[in-house]
């Protein structure tokens, strides 16, 4: 025997009830997040200052939006192509280590949060990194082959990020989710220094350090492309981890 359709009813509205505030339970406003409106006037200054204060969590990692820390930014591998100009080379670079990034200060933001885009400037003092590598290819038309251990510096970084969102619906929510980011950057000064397991002779070892800092600017503008575009896919999947872990609704207020 069926129940009558008045508690049939009651029952359906309660179990609604009960599974979206059960949903909703899931996700709170973490003490870090300052939320900006939609309709302020000043939100691109609020985007920019809700970044800039979030910078020491986010150097320490956020578990519960499953974002690792930044100090130190720990990578497993990033590899880079650049096959046009006088340095054409393929490299992989692995367990890299890099003190700095988590130093970031937001400069300027421009939004069209209808669209999801977000633009901002941004500068870095200091990027300190070491790790192993794997070169190939060709530099000013000469054959190099080399492996080992890397060390660099690079100072005064400046740099523009265009971040591409999507709207993405989970668990009741709304999420932004991270289609793609591009990055430019520019930076004043680098050094680096390289322990060449494949050509051991020092003197060759020396030669390589002397070419790599002589030429520091020149080398980086000629794989800026390459490692822009490096770059960005790293943080295409940091930040997306961040925001599809975040409600829209806890950061951007509708009211």
């Known amino acids: 025997m069926q129940p009558p359709m008045a508690v049939r009813c009651l029952l359906a509205w309660s179990l609604l009830l009960i599974v979206t505030t059960t949903a909703a339970g899931l996700y709170e406003r973490p003490a870090y997040i300052r939320p900006c409106r939609r309709n302020d006037p000043e939100i691109n200054k609020c985007i920019r200052n809700s970044l800039n204060y979030v910078r020491p969590y986010v150097a320490l990692g956020l578990p519960e939006l499953k974002t690792p820390p930044l100090e130190p930014l720990r990578i497993e591998e990033l590899a880079m192509e650049n096959n046009a100009g006088a340095v054409r080379i393929k490299a992989l670079f692995s367990d890299i280590v890099a003190l700095g990034a988590g130093n970031y200060t937001i400069k300027e933001v421009r939004s069209d949060l209808k669209k999801l885009r977000i633009d901002m400037s941004l500068t870095i003092p200091r990027v300190e990194s070491r790790g192993k590598y794997e070169v190939s290819g060709n530099v000013l038309l000469l054959p190099v082959r080399s492996f080992g251990e890397f060390w660099t510096e690079f100072?005064?970084?400046?740099?523009?990020?265009?971040?591409?969102?999507?709207?993405?619906?989970?668990?009741?929510?709304?999420?932004?989710?991270?289609?793609?980011?591009?990055?430019?950057f520019t930076m004043k000064n680098a050094r680096f220094k390289v322990k060449d397991h494949a050509n051991t002779q020092n003197v060759l070892g020396e030669a390589i350090n002397q070419f790599l800092n002589q030429n520091a600017n020149e080398l980086i503008q000629e794989m800026r492309p390459a490692a822009s575009q490096s770059i960005g896919k790293l943080f295409r999947k940091f930040l997306n981890d961040a925001f599809t872990n975040l409600p829209t609704r806890l950061w951007l207020l509708d009211d």
Not at 161 to 172: C, L, T
Not at 177 to 184: C, L, N, Q
């Open 155 to 184: 100072s005064d970084i400046s740099a523009i990020a265009k971040i591409y969102g999507k709207a993405i619906e989970r668990d009741g929510e709304s999420f932004m989710g991270i289609e793609k980011i591009t990055i430019d």
